[in-house]
């Protein structure tokens, strides 16, 4: 049976991060600290959403003066539906073993 | 700036020059998010991450099975190119012929340089050839 895409749990936590606040764009050093991925982890898997169309990059102004701009993401519909599909997915596992 | 972040920056550019073409903005975005890290530390931590980051991408690229095959067809075209111009260069090329010393009318015992050079290539001059024939009687004319 082909494994499904996107369905690591590393994949799953950092969708279930961005699910968390959809609307907001988010950072890489952000999304670290809130999955416990580490960078070496986290960028492939950004880049690869991105590749997929889940995921929309863009380069933000610094808040503060002297610090360069920097790169945010946030969902896109495509990926937003696919957290919300993998979110469901795991409180039905979830309820299926808390009934077993 | 400590001798960590110094690391830091270092290890984070390496990762961005690791990670070039259509991965560059990431690379870069990577080594910027360095500048918002306030632990020396952690950001180390970080840049070494990155340059795991770039290595991880470019083996998956590598072995991309559609850039995998653009490979693979390119070296084994490079590799049929290389074949067909050593066969040229070497084509017709061969081992040149051995001279081997008239012995039918020279006998190796009668003439010293022969014997000197035995077990090696030799070929005897015109001067030992005559030398030679003068020792040795004519078969055909045995009083001369």
Redesign the interface.
């Known amino acids: 049976m082909p494994r499904k895409p996107n369905n690591s749990r590393q994949t799953r936590a950092l969708l279930a991060a961005f699910l968390e606040r959809s609307r907001t764009w988010r950072h890489g050093y952000d999304l670290s600290k809130e999955t416990g991925l580490r960078s070496g982890t986290l960028y492939p898997l950004l880049m690869r959403l991105s590749e997929q169309g889940l995921l929309e990059p863009r380069w933000q102004e610094p808040e503060r003066p002297g610090l360069p701009p920097r790169h945010v993401y946030r969902l896109t519909t495509a990926g937003l539906a696919l957290a919300r599909e993998q979110e469901l997915e795991a409180v039905a596992a979830e309820r299926a073993g808390v009934l077993a | 700036m400590s001798t960590w972040r110094r690391w830091a920056v270092k290890l984070a550019q390496h990762a961005s020059s690791a990670l070039p073409g259509v991965?560059s903005?990431?690379a870069?975005?990577?080594r910027?998010?360095i500048?918002?890290?306030a632990d020396d530390a952690a950001a180390l931590?970080?840049a070494?991450?990155?340059?795991?980051?770039s290595y991880?991408?470019r083996l998956?690229q590598w072995f991309n099975p559609r850039t995998s095959r653009r490979q693979v067809a390119a070296s084994s075209a490079l590799i049929l190119l290389l074949a067909v111009a050593l066969y040229d260069s070497a084509g017709g090329q061969t081992e040149p012929p051995r001279p081997a010393p008239d012995e039918t009318i020279c006998d190796p015992v009668a003439s010293p340089e022969l014997r000197q050079d035995r077990g090696g290539l030799h070929r005897p001059t015109d001067a030992a050839h005559r030398t030679c024939r003068s020792d040795r009687p004519d078969p055909l004319n045995p009083k001369k």
Request: proline share 5%; hydrophobic share 45%; net charge neutral.
């Open positions: 991965h903005p990431w870069e975005a990577m910027r998010e500048d918002y890290i931590r970080w070494i991450g990155c340059v795991l980051a991880r991408t998956m």
